[in-house]
């Protein structure tokens, strides 16, 4: 294996980084901190979106319905990449006002942000309505039927009766798209933002140990995915009903 | 009478000419032989050095050097209908590529350094650039202090966004410093207005401004803060193969060919666009085709 003969050298991590601000594990530190922040500000503006989208598309009634099937089948079926370029490259250039104050104003490492984590928001947000839909859908008609039975209005149906069941049947895939917008933040290296899979390149690039490289960034990308995958499993656990999914 | 066989049989081991050609392979020129292929490792759109032109041929001055190595390599072997595997790397995986055998030769626009050394060998250089700036005409800006508290754009990975950082922190200079991952999103940055300069190496500079819509627009300024030789990649330690390089960009370089593949790729209309890049033969490249080396500037 000439990979071996050239031989893993790992004290690469403890040399000062190219760009003084530190050694390379600080380095890699940095991009594992905007990783986090890019895709759990993605991660908040898909849920809300997300559950409203969802909602919506299950609401009786003929434009919200229609409105909500519009947003999922536009951000679904763009891919990520090129929404990325259309935040960072076109919007900025097509808005008057907004766009030039976005462009010139704003620190380059702001802007970068603020693509990213709008990007992977809204189109996560089309993933998580479809979930939430799905999974108003599967508590079936007798439960609306019953709640409004009771005397609740709409709003009150889905607050007090269907969200909370819907929410709970669908953890396992609302993890599973968490741990989605964790890797695809990688895309914002593109745009330039220093997130971890960036600054591995940049690493390589300017150490030329690759390898090292790529084997840190795999061991950090896990160690954030386990954790949220364990988290995930406790919140289940604990919030699961007797009856449903999980329950007993 | 033992003695006498053993004697002629050695004077004619060393007379027959034949004989004394059939060095004994090694490395990758025995991997070579015996595969019947050599992969080559090209850039997509290090323009002029390696890139596609219109027709989705590899073109580019540092893509016919290697394939004037790679006739070498046939003349060599004597395997005229040897195959030859064009394979686009990225400046992320050509290093990786030539350390697991993908590749056996890397020629784009990769900058022979001592770090990279460590992990792979460099042939002769093929060009030395400098670090200059491209600007839009209009902006005012002539020299490397202009750009005190703007926003600069340079290519993530590259020597130039090192020596920015640096001398932005050494002179308190303010600067916002974006790093686009590929030369193309770097002068996208630039025209959008993101950022007033770009900078990078100066013939990879005017290799963007000759895609740019309105090449007039722009124009490459400043002294050049650090010099870079480029050179082709092979695996480290295979002294047979880079001496086969090595001699034949050497010769290359020391004949008028060098310059006439100079006048092809820098001083006349390449493609796609039919631009010319207008780059006059430098000092150091004019000392480069007297004395050929494989030598690192940092």
Redesign the interface.
């Known amino acids: 294996m000439?990979?071996l003969a050239?031989g893993l050298d790992w004290s690469i991590f403890f040399q000062p980084a190219?760009?003084?601000s530190g050694n390379y594990l600080r380095f890699l530190f940095v991009g594992f901190q905007w990783t986090l922040f890019v895709a759990v500000t993605g991660w908040i503006i898909a849920f809300v979106v997300g559950s409203i989208v969802g909602v919506f598309r299950t609401l009786p009634g003929r434009v919200l319905p229609t409105l909500g099937t519009v947003y999922v089948e536009v951000f679904r079926n763009i891919p990520l990449l090129v929404q990325l370029f259309l935040w960072y490259?076109v919007f900025?250039?097509i808005v008057p006002h907004l766009g030039?104050w976005f462009?010139?104003s704003l620190?380059?490492?702001l802007?970068q942000f603020l693509a990213g984590a709008l990007c992977l928001g809204f189109f996560t947000a089309a993933r998580v309505a479809e979930q939430v839909r799905s999974g108003i859908n599967s508590l079936g008609a007798g439960q609306r039927a019953a709640g409004l039975a009771l005397g609740f209005n709409i709003p009150q149906v889905y607050r007090i009766v269907l969200l909370p069941v819907a929410y709970r049947i669908i953890i396992p895939t609302l993890t599973s798209e968490f741990l989605n917008i964790i890797k695809n933040s990688a895309v914002a290296?593109?745009?330039?933002l220093?997130e971890l899979s960036?600054q591995s390149?940049?690493l390589?690039?300017?150490?030329?140990?690759?390898?090292e490289s790529f084997i840190a960034v795999t061991l950090l990308y896990g160690i954030i995915n386990v954790t949220v995958m364990t988290i995930s499993r406790f919140v289940e656990k604990f919030t699961r009903l007797p009856g449903y999914v999980g329950g007993k | 009478m033992k003695k006498y066989l053993v004697g002629a049989t050695l004077c004619f081991i060393a007379l027959c000419p034949g004989m004394r050609a059939q060095e004994e392979l090694t490395g990758t020129l025995k991997k070579i032989k015996d595969s019947g292929t050599i992969s080559v490792g090209h850039r997509e759109s290090s323009v002029p050095f390696s890139y596609y032109d219109d027709k989705n041929q590899v073109v580019g001055y540092s893509h016919e050097l290697v394939m004037k190595v790679v006739d070498a390599v046939k003349q060599k072997l004597n395997m005229p209908n040897l195959q030859v595997k064009l394979i686009p790397v990225t400046?992320?995986?050509r290093?990786?590529l030539i350390?697991?055998?993908t590749i056996d030769i890397e020629s784009g626009s990769t900058t022979n350094n001592l770090?990279?050394q460590?992990?792979?060998d460099f042939s002769d250089t093929m060009f030395v650039i400098g670090t200059r700036l491209l600007v839009k005409k209009d902006s005012g800006i002539k020299d490397f202090p202009d750009l005190k508290g703007k926003?600069v754009v340079v290519t993530?990975?590259?020597t130039s966004?090192?020596l920015i950082?640096?001398m932005n922190?050494k002179n308190s200079m303010g600067m916002?410093?974006?790093?686009?991952?590929d030369h193309g999103?770097s002068f996208?940055?630039l025209q959008?207005?993101?950022?007033v300069a770009f900078m990078l190496d100066d013939a990879l500079l005017a290799g963007e401004r000759a895609k740019a819509r309105k090449p007039d627009d722009w124009v490459v300024v400043g002294t050049p803060q650090s010099k870079e030789a480029y050179g082709m990649m092979m695996?480290?330690g295979d002294t047979q193969f880079k001496k086969l390089v090595d001699d034949t960009i050497a010769k290359i370089e020391t004949s008028p060919e060098a310059e006439k593949l100079y006048t092809k790729w820098f001083l006349s209309p390449i493609p796609p666009k039919g631009l010319n890049l207008n780059l006059p033969l430098s000092d150091d490249m004019k000392q480069l085709y007297k004395s050929p080396n494989d030598k690192a500037f940092q």
Not at chain 2, 176 to 181: D, L, R, V
């Open positions: 000439p990979i050239a190219f760009d003084g490259f900025p250039d030039t462009k010139q620190n380059p490492l802007q290296s593109t745009i330039g220093i960036r390149q940049q390589g690039e300017f150490t030329a140990h690759w390898y | 400046s992320q995986n290093i990786p350390q697991n055998g770090e990279r460590k992990q792979v926003n993530a990975g590259t966004e090192r950082r640096e922190e916002n410093i974006i790093s686009a991952k999103e996208l940055t959008s207005g993101r950022a695996t480290k």
